[in-house]
């Protein structure tokens, strides 16, 4: 009889040991962070037209079309993540994505094709915040500015520049790095000046150090090592009228140059403050 007790009382904790382990399992595989890469690679691709499509590069939305109806029509139903935030709001935008990329295969051409570009990017937004994803693009660089490549005057890539306009104020931030994304930072002398071109306003906007003695970025940390910097910035101390660069949907084409170096043309847009995101 004892012996039978014990077999029980042990058979027993093992059905409590399970039962505690599967939970714990199913509470940490909750926790996991939402992963839907087909939607990941639609959105970045619809974002980079949608810049397009705001500055009225419509060649270059036409261009983009093909790539983007590949994208579109991979992001189904049976991709859908199984812990997404929200599964019923999300079937519901998926339904609504959907009609747009049909709107995208049609024979939309010229400015209606431009309308249905600008309102993807909206509805993928929506659909990576009822999946409970991060909302990061591809592009997006470490303090949340828009990657572009630095080229040298034989058009080889020699760096990149994070720039950073922010839509509330319109102040530019520009930090370099040599080489591809993740480089070392880009030195240059303190007293060195970058250019930007805006060709549609006709303007130009020079961005320099903050400051010679510690030139701080967001961070708070000095960026002056041996009186050079990476890090430069519009309109810092020159005082200069930055509101025509504000607003969450601005968009423009923009070049900056330094020395011998140049972005080429690329789409200006802004870092967007929301008050649920912080800055």
Same mark, same amino acid.
């Given at each position: 009889?004892?012996?039978?007790?014990?077999?029980?009382?042990?058979?027993?904790?093992?059905?409590?040991?399970?039962?505690?382990?599967?939970?714990?399992?199913?509470?940490?595989?909750?926790?996991?962070?939402?992963?839907?890469?087909?939607?990941?690679?639609?959105?970045?691709?619809?974002?980079? =037209?949608?810049?397009?499509?705001?500055?009225?590069?419509?060649? =270059?939305?036409?261009?983009?079309?093909?790539?983007?109806?590949?994208?579109?029509?991979?992001?189904?139903?049976?991709?859908?993540?199984?812990?997404? =935030?929200? $599964?019923?709001?999300?079937?519901?935008?998926?339904?609504?994505?959907?009609?747009?990329?049909?709107?995208?295969?049609?024979?939309?051409?010229?400015?209606?094709?431009?309308?249905?570009?600008?309102?993807?990017?909206?509805?993928?937004?929506?659909?990576?915040?009822?999946?409970?994803?991060?909302?990061?693009?591809?592009?997006?660089?470490?303090?949340?500015?828009?990657?572009?490549?630095?080229?040298?005057?034989?058009?080889?890539?020699?760096?990149?520049?994070?720039?950073?306009?922010?839509?509330?104020?319109?102040?530019?931030?520009?930090?370099?790095?040599?080489?591809?994304?993740?480089?070392?930072?880009?030195?240059?002398?303190?007293?060195?000046?970058?250019?930007?071109?805006?060709?549609?306003?006709?303007?130009?906007?020079?961005?320099?150090?903050?400051?010679?003695?510690?030139?701080?970025?967001?961070?708070?940390?000095?960026?002056?090592?041996?009186?050079?910097?990476?890090?430069?910035?519009? $309109?810092?101390?020159?005082?200069?009228?930055?509101?025509?660069?504000?607003?969450?949907?601005?968009?423009?084409?923009?070049?900056?140059?330094?020395?011998?170096?140049?972005?080429?043309?690329?789409?200006?847009?802004?870092?967007?403050?929301?008050?649920?995101?912080? $800055?």
């Amino acid at each position: 009889m004892n012996t039978i007790l014990r077999h029980c009382t042990f058979l027993a904790l093992s059905i409590c040991f399970i039962g505690i382990a599967t939970s714990c399992s199913q509470e940490a595989s909750s926790e996991e962070p939402v992963s839907w890469p087909e939607l990941a690679r639609f959105d970045d691709l619809a974002f980079r =037209a949608d810049g397009f499509a705001r500055v009225g590069d419509l060649d =270059a939305v036409q261009e983009a079309r093909a790539e983007l109806l590949e994208a579109g029509r991979a992001v189904t139903s049976s991709t859908v993540p199984s812990n997404v =935030a929200d $599964p019923d709001q999300v079937a519901t935008i998926l339904s609504d994505l959907v009609s747009l990329v049909d709107g995208l295969s049609s024979e939309a051409d010229g400015e209606r094709l431009g309308e249905i570009v600008l309102g993807l990017h909206t509805v993928i937004e929506n659909l990576i915040n009822a999946a409970g994803m991060p909302h990061v693009h591809a592009n997006e660089g470490p303090n949340a500015g828009f990657l572009q490549p630095v080229f040298d005057s034989e058009g080889v890539q020699v760096g990149t520049a994070e720039v950073k306009l922010h839509d509330d104020v319109g102040d530019i931030e520009v930090w370099l790095t040599s080489g591809g994304f993740g480089g070392d930072p880009w030195r240059l002398p303190v007293d060195t000046t970058l250019t930007m071109t805006v060709p549609d306003f006709g303007a130009t906007v020079t961005l320099a150090v903050r400051d010679r003695e510690r030139n701080e970025d967001e961070s708070g940390a000095s960026t002056i090592i041996d009186g050079s910097t990476d890090y430069f910035v519009f $309109p810092g101390a020159s005082g200069a009228d930055a509101s025509w660069l504000t607003g969450p949907e601005f968009a423009v084409k923009a070049a900056l140059q330094f020395d011998d170096a140049t972005t080429g043309s690329f789409v200006l847009r802004p870092h967007v403050h929301r008050t649920d995101t912080g $800055p």
